[in-house]
């Protein structure tokens, strides 16, 4: 037990002695603005890569608004101008940041309900802006054997001709969902599209709304 302290010891004096690595990156958007990406290094026995933080200094302002944060590898997230809105998805494939028309930042948390879930639908509702009908139309046809896993779901992608939002939503190896939201002209709030049930035959049934 000593010699597992001691060598434990060891282990965290070698990893505190290199100091951890701090990145900030300004960077100039077409619409006059700065992104400001400040990166600080994450090392340890559970958690490494990156925890970043964005913020946001309009065109002619010295002032940062502050967007989020998110932990990962890839701190250098991608930002999309569409009209007049700025939409930034965040690199950990869970979050959309949104600068609405009115000139506030919005988040879009990608979390749905499914059958393990304890907490009220209200809860999904104020994270992602859609409807209790269109949330449970995401979970309605989960089949039986599909309910034995917990969900990953994932922001894959946001289309700045379209403003679709695409999710992917996986409950076992064999099946996924793919989900479609269509951000609002405002920014200010999401809605379903369609619904892309995949198995593992390639079989795709579209559920539109």
């Not at 490494?48 to 913020?55: K, M």
């Not at 690199?91 to 979390?111: C, E, I, N």
């Not at 859609?130 to 089949?143: A, C, G, K, N, Y």
Request: net charge negative.
């Amino acid at each position: 037990m000593r010699l597992v302290l001691i060598l434990a010891l060891l282990v965290l004096g070698g990893c505190s002695a290199k100091p951890l690595e701090r990145k900030t990156n300004d960077i100039l958007l077409s619409n006059g603005a700065t992104l400001r990406i400040e990166a600080v290094e994450q090392r340890g026995f559970r958690s490494d890569g990156w925890s970043v933080t964005a913020s946001y200094m309009p065109a002619g302002s010295n002032d940062l608004e502050m967007i989020g944060w998110w932990e990962g590898y890839n701190h250098d997230p991608i930002i999309h101008i569409v009209d007049n809105l700025v939409v930034l998805p965040s690199p950990d494939l869970h979050t959309l940041y949104v600068r609405s028309a009115d000139g506030k930042w919005r988040f879009f948390s990608m979390q749905f309900p499914d059958e393990r879930s304890s907490l009220p639908i209200q809860h999904y509702t104020t994270l992602t802006t859609l409807t209790e009908d269109e949330l449970h139309s995401v979970r309605q046809d989960i089949e039986p054997d599909e309910k034995e896993w917990a969900p990953a779901i994932y922001l894959k992608s946001f289309d700045p001709t379209t403003k679709e939002v695409y999710v992917l939503y996986q409950t076992n190896p064999e099946t996924r969902r793919h989900i479609y939201l269509k951000l609002s002209d405002d920014g200010t709030d999401l809605s379903l599209v369609r619904i892309k049930k995949e198995t593992a035959n390639n079989a795709l049934q579209v559920t539109s709304h």
